[in-house]
């Protein structure tokens, strides 16, 4: 195997992973369950809060993070 050429086929077959959902931004405060997690994130532009969300009438499954920006 030459490590130098560019790979042009999947590393792997017949996993499909689910497509990453697109984040909409606006979300009340009641369609949030509860807030299972949060983190500060360090950034080059300074410390950024998250929160991972359970939505109502949703599963663990899509649990997302959202920032603080986001929360407000």
Same mark, same amino acid.
């Given at each position: 195997? +030459?490590?130098?050429?560019?790979?042009? /086929?999947?590393? !792997?077959? =017949?996993?499909?992973?689910?497509?990453?959902? *697109? @984040?909409? $931004?606006? !979300? *009340?405060? /009641?369609? @949030?369950? #509860? %807030?299972? #997690? +949060? &983190? @500060? %994130?360090? *950034?080059? #532009? =300074?410390?950024?809060?998250?929160?991972? $969300?359970?939505?109502?009438?949703?599963? /663990? !499954? +899509?649990? %997302?993070? %959202? *920032?603080? /920006? #986001?929360? &407000?």
């Amino acid at each position: 195997m +030459d490590l130098t050429e560019p790979i042009h /086929e999947p590393l !792997f077959e =017949g996993l499909h992973l689910r497509s990453i959902p *697109t @984040i909409n $931004v606006s !979300f *009340t405060a /009641e369609q @949030i369950d #509860n %807030i299972k #997690n +949060d &983190q @500060i %994130i360090s *950034t080059r #532009n =300074g410390d950024c809060r998250r929160y991972l $969300v359970r939505w109502k009438d949703h599963l /663990e !499954f +899509d649990d %997302i993070w %959202i *920032t603080r /920006e #986001n929360m &407000q």
